[in-house]
């Protein structure tokens, strides 16, 4: 009987052991599964917050490359108005008073005539360049009435009749007021040159206090968007460099003979 009971006792320190040991294992594997999972999250979140340092290294270089570009356009820009249209200004002027000599003959009449005609024409286009390099009206009525002067202007040169529905975006800073008109007159100027567009429709429309969508609609050749990336030249690459700094998608449909449409969206929050 007390045989009988030790063998009993023996198989259940056995069982007890046994038991203690698959808790052991299982505490275990579950303790390494946590460990690696952790591990494995906090390598995800490092690998994730390299990620986000490099965008963020990009995304500065690309603010630092356009403000360089901004100053650029910004002495050019004063440079034709100081230097050039001030020295034909006075070519026109001299050129006015010779006019009025009475001395002169028909000949050389003509000449000067000539003369303030070319001087004329080439102050006009010096303007019309110094003006595209740098808004004033940008910078002293706000984008919305730079925009329309700037659809406005396209339209009467013929090349491009452009419809336009324009929302004030009072929450944007001066720096991007000029992302989104710079945007703009990169999607008509490539409508023109690349496309052949006639018409336009442009619609900016405030969606919240922060956010905004404009869709250019134009009825250009078009091109296989699959190819974009590859036929992408300055002015696309200006879009894509200004709507990322912007923090916005930009959506582009387009087929061969049927026109385009670029969407650029703030990016929900």
């Given at each position: 009987m007390e045989k009988q009971f030790l063998i009993i006792q023996d198989q259940g320190s056995v069982i007890a052991a046994l038991a203690y040991g698959i808790i052991f294992l299982v505490l275990l594997t579950t303790g390494l599964l946590l460990f690696f999972h952790y591990s494995r999250r906090k390598i995800i979140q490092k690998e994730l917050e390299k990620a986000a340092l490099r965008l963020e290294h990009q995304k500065t270089i690309l603010q630092a490359t356009i403000?360089?570009?901004?100053?650029?356009?910004?002495?050019?820009?004063?440079?034709?108005?100081?230097?050039?249209?001030?020295?034909?200004?006075?070519?026109?002027?001299?050129?006015?008073?010779?006019?009025?000599?009475?001395?002169?003959?028909?000949?050389?009449?003509?000449?000067?005539?000539?003369?303030?005609?070319?001087?004329?024409?080439?102050?006009?286009?010096?303007?019309?360049?110094?003006?595209?390099?740098?808004?004033?009206?940008?910078?002293?009525?706000?984008?919305?009435?730079a925009l329309e002067e700037l659809f406005d202007d396209f339209s009467k040169t013929k090349?491009?009749?452009?419809?336009?529905?324009?929302?004030?975006?009072?929450?944007?800073?001066?720096?991007?007021?000029?992302?989104?008109?710079?945007?703009?007159?990169?999607?008509?100027?490539?409508?023109?040159?690349?496309?052949?567009?006639?018409?336009?429709?442009?619609?900016?429309?405030?969606?919240?206090?922060?956010?905004?969508?404009?869709?250019?609609k134009d009825n250009g050749n078009g091109f296989d968007v699959s190819k974009i990336s590859k036929k992408s030249g300055i002015g696309l690459q200006n879009i894509k460099s200004r709507t990322a700094i912007l923090e916005c998608n930009l959506h582009v449909e387009s087929e061969i003979d049927k026109g385009s449409i670029f969407t650029i969206q703030s990016k929900k929050s």
């Open positions: 403000a360089t570009q901004e100053e650029e356009r910004k002495r050019i820009a004063q440079d034709l108005h100081d230097a050039i249209s001030a020295r034909l200004n006075v070519v026109s002027l001299t050129a006015n008073l010779l006019l009025d000599d009475d001395d002169l003959n028909e000949e050389q009449k003509s000449s000067l005539e000539h003369i303030l005609g070319i001087t004329t024409t080439t102050l006009e286009s010096s303007r019309k360049i110094a003006h595209d390099l740098l808004p004033p009206i940008l910078d002293k009525f706000g984008l919305k009435v090349q491009v009749q452009i419809k336009y529905d324009i929302d004030e975006l009072d929450f944007l800073s001066k720096t991007n007021d000029l992302h989104v008109f710079r945007i703009a007159q990169e999607l008509i100027n490539n409508a023109i040159r690349h496309g052949d567009a006639s018409r336009m429709k442009i619609v900016l429309e405030k969606e919240d206090e922060n956010s905004f969508t404009l869709i250019c």
